[in-house]
């Protein structure tokens, strides 16, 4: 079942054309990575797919819907890219991870037992469960950026969406972030949509590779890259195929 | 009846405003401080300086002419921040500076200078009444309910607001709510310490609960903690050694945090919590 559909997406700003028709789609249970180098349009599409920016042209359906008009948020989780800010705020882990159930039960909701579990469940996921009481600005980088996976795991979605997750994250918690997602997938048949440079951990879990360069120009799994010239291989592609 | 220094009814009417003052004013600061909105209190403050002077010229009691334009000016402060039309410190400097502006040409339509709008500057704590106590703490009531409704999705938007915006929270009318109260604090606080120092009692006590809290509620209820006892200390300092109030009151405050910065050893001065 799609879950996530881009049908000739278009966005400038001004005359500079960002993204030029792109086009693909996420089924649920599927593990997607997105790539592509520095002015690519990740970014950019990547706030269209969320409902943060609207298309130029083109349209793009999360469950069915208009992402900006979405009824059931909590469907859609996102880790953004090093929310500088949020790691020193001082906060728990915990309290981090139980923010993202809001979206889950409303910004006036009460936290019920379900709740707890559902929080206990993503500080699992994440191995971060002993680190509960823990202050996050307290914490190593990869563990940090683990917390804010859990946010975002707290709500249960059945698609996320992660930025540059483990930009500069150690190996053990690349492992960690690894595991968490293919759980996900494999346990809860989420869809993952992983905008990354860094993808030697998720390498042999993921189903699919999108390469954008303003449009798409890869879409398959990881073992046909080599089609796409892997004698220009940039960075950003190591470890695939 | 309360022991010396707060036997006399106007000490103990001090005391009232001042505790709610000292509870409330941290509350919001904690959030501010965390979206590195620190001086946002002193803009809103000046506003209300505009506020007072136009109540004197007008003949308004200058607490609510002060609220309308406080609550007014923050909201379009916030929007201006939000649409990106000025940066979070040019939309302060902004209002900072048009707030003073106005309050010194209202003041100076006046016939004569009027010593009242003094004790807004520089706080009047001693001459507070029974009426000022019920509209503090009226507005205290206000400020406490919404921390306790709304302070789980405030603390979300300040962890990250693009992702509060994709979970599906109010992220604008969060901000704005933020924004508002921070208004109705500066408002209420305007009469224990002044326009001038207002913000400090937003400031330094969330400053001294970072350095000890291990959680962002610890820090809210423990920085509340600090207000309201930097304004006993305060109080009584300036009764028995017959120092102004409102000061007092700050200075307490800021040793606070020097004491147990020194005292806990860690480094917890950040950027956007004592600028820098």
Not at chain 1, 88 to 100: D, N, R, T
Not at chain 1, 156 to 170: H, S
Not at chain 2, 182 to 193: D, L, S
Not at chain 2, 258 to 276: A, I, K, M, P
């Amino acid at each position: 079942m799609t879950i996530l559909s881009a049908e000739g997406v278009s966005f400038a700003y001004g005359d500079d054309v960002v993204l030029d028709g792109v086009t693909f789609s996420l089924d649920a249970g599927e593990f997607v990575a997105l790539v592509g180098p520095n002015g690519s349009g990740k970014s950019t599409l990547l706030r269209i797919l969320l409902g943060l920016l609207r298309p130029s042209t083109g349209r793009v359906r999360v469950f069915g819907e208009d992402p900006a008009d979405l009824h059931d948020r909590w469907r859609l989780g996102y880790v953004p890219q090093r929310p500088a800010l949020a790691r020193e705020v001082p906060a728990s882990v915990e309290e981090v991870v139980a923010a993202g159930r809001l979206a889950r039960i409303g910004w006036r909701g009460r936290m019920g037992a379900a709740d707890r579990i559902a929080i206990d469940h993503a500080l699992e996921a994440v191995a971060l469960r002993d680190l509960r009481d823990r202050p996050v600005s307290e914490l190593s980088g990869g563990q940090q950026q683990r917390s804010f996976i859990a946010k975002a795991l707290a709500s249960e979605p059945e698609l996320l969406v992660l930025d540059e997750p483990v930009a500069g994250v150690d190996a053990e918690s690349q492992k960690r972030f690894a595991d968490s997602l293919t759980h996900l997938v494999d346990e809860h048949g989420a869809g993952v949509l992983l905008v990354s440079h860094e993808l030697h951990a998720v390498a042999h879990a993921l189903d699919r590779v999108l390469v954008l360069k303003r449009k798409i120009v890869f879409d398959g799994p990881p073992s046909e890259m080599n089609g796409v010239g892997r004698a220009d291989l940039p960075v950003w592609l190591e470890g695939l195929g | 009846m309360l022991p010396f220094p707060f036997d006399r009814d106007y000490m103990q009417l001090a005391l009232l405003a001042g505790v709610v003052v000292g509870a409330c004013a941290p509350l919001i600061g904690t959030f501010l401080v965390q979206r590195r909105l620190s001086l946002l209190g002193d803009g809103i403050g000046h506003l209300a300086f505009a506020g007072v002077a136009a109540g004197l010229l007008l003949g308004i009691w200058p607490v609510w002419a002060a609220l309308v334009v406080a609550v007014v000016g923050a909201l379009s402060l916030e929007r201006l921040r939000s649409r990106g039309r000025a940066s979070g410190d040019l939309a302060l400097a902004l209002f900072f500076y048009s707030g003073i502006a106005g309050g010194v040409v209202l003041v100076g339509l006046s016939d004569s200078y009027n010593a009242g709008l003094l004790t807004y500057l520089f706080g009047g704590i001693l001459t507070v009444t029974r009426s000022d106590v019920l509209v503090v703490a009226g507005l205290g009531v206000v400020i406490v309910t919404a921390v306790v409704v709304c302070g789980r999705a405030l603390f979300a938007v300040v962890l990250d607001e693009e992702s509060s915006r994709v979970g599906g929270l109010p992220v604008d009318g969060l901000n704005s709510l933020l924004a508002v109260l921070a208004a109705v604090t500066v408002v209420a606080a305007m009469r224990v310490v002044g326009i001038l120092l207002v913000a400090a009692l937003m400031v330094l006590p969330v400053a001294t609960a970072q350095v000890l809290a291990r959680s962002f509620r610890a820090t809210l209820w423990l920085s509340a903690a600090v207000g309201v006892a930097a304004v006993v200390l305060g109080l009584a300092a300036a009764r028995i050694w017959g120092l102004a109030p409102g000061g007092t009151i700050v200075l307490v405050a800021a040793a606070a945090f020097g004491v147990t910065s020194v005292v806990f050893g860690r480094h917890h001065v950040r950027t956007g919590v004592l600028g820098g």
